[in-house]
């Protein structure tokens, strides 16, 4: 079997199996060690494969992620915050907070995963509330309220009745990526769809969007593999 790599953080090694018996493209991900294996029909070109893989960044990503082991937060350790990557250290009081490029978290350390949650689903709720806001009112549109959970099979959600509802991971990621998703779900409060008038609606409030849609479905995942205790 060959081996193509899909780009990205991390690049991921696919195995190439081609099979006489195969009418269409078809991906597995091991359960025991995560290996990736694309299985193709015979005359199916290498650079159709990797079409394929990069259409399916997102599925692959996250089951890869599954694959590897979880990363519970301790202090010494690290942990993405807003896109940058930041120390955990030992701090005083009884919340977490970030400061001089850390995180300082105090208490015990068996308490310091869900200290770190608290303290991301706090931020998340601040900047998703003010990214609605702004827009929001840039739309010229109310909404009925915001929820944040701890979902895998989508980062928001937008409601018949105006609710809006986002992953509090978000804050994790880069703010461009965060600002794009509140603007994606502000967008159906117009469009409550994906069509090509939905999207204009998303670039107006948001132009270029791709950028972090792209950045979510190659690198979104990985976010999934901190384990605070709780989902």
């Given at each position: 079997?060959?081996?193509?790599?899909?780009?990205?953080?991390?690049?991921?090694?696919?195995?190439?199996?081609?099979?006489?018996?195969?009418?269409?493209?078809?991906?597995?991900?091991?359960?025991?060690?995560?290996?990736?294996?694309?299985?193709?029909?015979?005359?199916?070109?290498?650079?159709?494969?990797?079409?394929?893989?990069?259409?399916?960044?997102?599925?692959?990503?996250?089951?890869?992620?599954?694959?590897?082991?979880?990363?519970?937060?301790?202090?010494?350790?690290?942990?993405p915050f807003e896109?940058?990557?930041?120390?955990i250290r030992p701090?005083?009081?009884?919340?977490?907070?970030?400061?001089?490029?850390?995180?300082?978290?105090?208490?015990?350390?068996?308490?310091?995963?869900?200290?770190?949650?608290?303290?991301?689903?706090?931020?998340?709720?601040?900047?998703?509330?003010?990214?609605?806001?702004?827009?929001?009112?840039?739309?010229?549109?109310?909404?009925?309220?915001?929820?944040?959970?701890?979902?895998?099979?989508?980062?928001?959600?937008?409601?018949?009745?105006?609710?809006?509802?986002?992953?509090?991971?978000?804050?994790?990621?880069?703010?461009?990526?965060?600002?794009?998703?509140?603007?994606?779900?502000?967008?159906?409060?117009?469009?409550?769809?994906?069509?090509?008038?939905?999207?204009?609606?998303?670039?107006?409030?948001?132009?270029?969007?791709?950028?972090?849609?792209?950045?979510?479905?190659?690198?979104?995942?990985?976010?999934?593999r901190f384990d605070?205790?709780?989902?």
């Amino acid at each position: 079997m060959t081996e193509l790599t899909l780009p990205g953080d991390p690049p991921v090694a696919v195995k190439l199996r081609r099979s006489a018996r195969a009418r269409r493209l078809s991906l597995r991900v091991s359960r025991l060690d995560g290996r990736v294996t694309l299985t193709l029909p015979r005359r199916v070109p290498e650079r159709e494969a990797l079409a394929f893989l990069r259409e399916k960044a997102g599925w692959l990503r996250a089951h890869v992620a599954e694959a590897r082991p979880r990363i519970v937060p301790a202090v010494g350790g690290t942990l993405p915050f807003e896109g940058r990557t930041l120390e955990i250290r030992p701090g005083t009081g009884r919340t977490a907070w970030a400061e001089d490029g850390a995180l300082h978290v105090p208490g015990r350390p068996g308490q310091v995963p869900a200290r770190l949650r608290a303290f991301l689903i706090g931020a998340a709720r601040a900047r998703l509330a003010a990214a609605s806001d702004l827009h929001a009112a840039a739309l010229g549109r109310g909404y009925a309220g915001i929820t944040l959970r701890d979902t895998r099979s989508r980062w928001g959600s937008c409601s018949a009745r105006g609710g809006l509802m986002y992953s509090w991971r978000l804050v994790m990621a880069p703010p461009e990526v965060l600002d794009y998703v509140a603007a994606h779900e502000v967008a159906h409060l117009a469009e409550m769809n994906h069509s090509p008038a939905f999207w204009a609606v998303v670039r107006q409030l948001c132009p270029g969007y791709e950028a972090p849609r792209a950045w979510l479905r190659a690198e979104g995942p990985a976010l999934h593999r901190f384990d605070f205790g709780s989902r």
